[in-house]
């Protein structure tokens, strides 16, 4: 960019967030030295690769090699650094409340690198961490390099393009300088940038994910609701949406909201506030609403099929979401357990889904192609909207499949057509 001064800066952190953000930096013409303990990300970043899916990051990556270092060392990440920007991982502790001793080991090794001017944390932390950090800083002998949260908002998939052209960037510092330099780094990105003290930034992060889940949860209980009294939660969510007050985002009725923030990040928020004495009441229900819309769907196949023993169910989709190879909290998994412990055999696909050891059910049972997986089968669950599933020659499918029960769980097709090719068809809130 023109005109803007061209940093160094120390990610942390090489997932999903750090190389976005960083990646993206290096695209302003900042240089990015990329910090992570994992050898084997580093080496394949140091190869050239990209270790995640993400849509345009391996092109930018590409075009900004020159500016891009990618290192298992501390010193050398921290050599001539100006910023140190934190973006591990915060995933949830056994108490539910985020687990933070990513960060902690982070802000640790920061000790002696008095040459700094500030510490970022872009990681989900609870309200407070910021205070914590600047007294360990303080303690360090780091009392004159600044502090900033400055939370992130992308979304998988789309996180590169969300970076570029954000709604807002929020940066919450406790002194101007510092608000300044994490402002200015930004330059080139196209929105607002919004600054504030440290702890409402962090406070607008989990605000944020939750009312996104709460616009999800509520609008499937209408779909539940619907389906009682006839009415068609897609006019109804389209029509809703159509009120600018309410806005029409997030209004998809579907099988549960998964992934690595939601179910993460209102938990820990629900956490926060049990932790004050208060109980987030509306939160609570969110989450609720959540873990039964799985279990919903396992009950109505069970409706179906009178018992899930010996049943074989083929899960279409394994992600928690389409345009991304994340299964963290991906409601397939709830699924699947629940199925294989009603006694079904469960089969799957999905194009994408990078399967782990927490996930030993897909080790036996994934298909290449959605046809071989239902090829069979008593019932077919759609879990992601891929749209391959749209491609899918349904009437032969219909015929190949045991008995032709399908779940459509994220209201991908078109219920009369479903219904013409002999499928008992079920999906969220249309009649
Ligand atoms: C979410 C937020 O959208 C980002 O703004 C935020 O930065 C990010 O979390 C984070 O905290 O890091 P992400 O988890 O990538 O992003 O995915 P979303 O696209 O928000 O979808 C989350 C889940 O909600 C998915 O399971 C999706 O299927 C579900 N969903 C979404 C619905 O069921 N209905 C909808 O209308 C929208």
Not at 93 to 118: N, T
Request: aromatic letters at 6%.
């Amino acid at each position: 960019m023109v005109g803007t001064p061209q940093r160094r800066v120390a990610v942390f952190g090489a997932g999903y967030i750090g190389l976005v953000t960083g990646v993206c930096l290096a695209e302003f013409g900042h240089r990015v030295v990329f910090r992570d303990i994992d050898p084997e990300k580093i080496r394949i970043l140091r190869s050239g690769e990209v270790p995640i899916y993400e849509p345009g990051l391996s092109e930018m990556m590409v075009r900004n090699k020159e500016r891009l270092t990618f290192t298992l060392d501390l010193r050398e990440a921290l050599d001539g650094a100006e910023i140190a920007y934190v973006c591990v991982d915060t995933p949830p502790s056994a108490s539910g409340d985020a687990d933070l001793s990513r960060v902690w080991a982070v802000v640790k090794s920061l000790e002696g690198a008095a040459h700094l001017r500030a510490v970022v944390v872009k990681s989900t932390v609870p309200v407070g961490t910021g205070t914590r950090v600047r007294a360990v800083l303080d303690a360090a002998g780091l009392a004159h390099v600044g502090y900033a949260s400055n939370p992130e908002f992308t979304a998988e998939g789309t996180a590169v393009n969300d970076f570029l052209h954000p709604d807002r960037v929020v940066v919450g510092a406790s002194d101007e300088a510092t608000a300044r330099l994490i402002s200015d780094l930004h330059e080139g990105v196209d929105g607002p940038v919004v600054m504030m003290d440290v702890r409402s930034a962090e406070m607008v992060k989990l605000a944020s994910n939750a009312l996104l889940a709460t616009k999800i949860s509520f609008i499937n209980e209408i779909a539940t609701l619907c389906e009682k009294t006839g009415a068609d939660v897609e006019e109804v969510a389209h029509a809703v949406g159509l009120d600018h007050r309410l806005g029409r985002h997030f209004l998809r009725p579907g099988i549960g909201w998964g992934g690595s923030c939601f179910p993460k990040d209102s938990e820990a928020l629900r956490q926060l506030a049990n932790n004050t004495g208060y109980h987030l009441q509306l939160l609570s229900a969110v989450i609720e609403v959540n873990n039964l819309q799985k279990r919903r769907a396992i009950q109505r196949l069970k409706d179906e099929l009178g018992t899930l023993v010996g049943a074989r169910v083929a899960l279409l989709g394994l992600t928690f979401k389409p345009g991304t190879d994340d299964m963290r909290e991906a409601p397939s998994t709830v699924l699947a357990t629940r199925l294989l412990a009603e006694g079904a055999e469960v089969r799957c696909w999905d194009p994408m889904a990078r399967t782990a050891e927490a996930e030993p059910w897909t080790s036996t049972s994934r298909h290449a192609t959605p046809e071989s997986a239902v090829d069979g089968a008593d019932a077919a669950i759609v879990v992601t909207e891929w749209p391959q599933l749209k491609e899918v020659d349904w009437a032969q499918a219909a015929w190949a499949m045991r008995r032709p029960v399908f779940y459509d769980g994220r209201n991908l097709l078109d219920p009369a057509g479903m219904r013409a090719l002999g499928f008992t068809y079920i999906s969220v809130g249309r009649p």
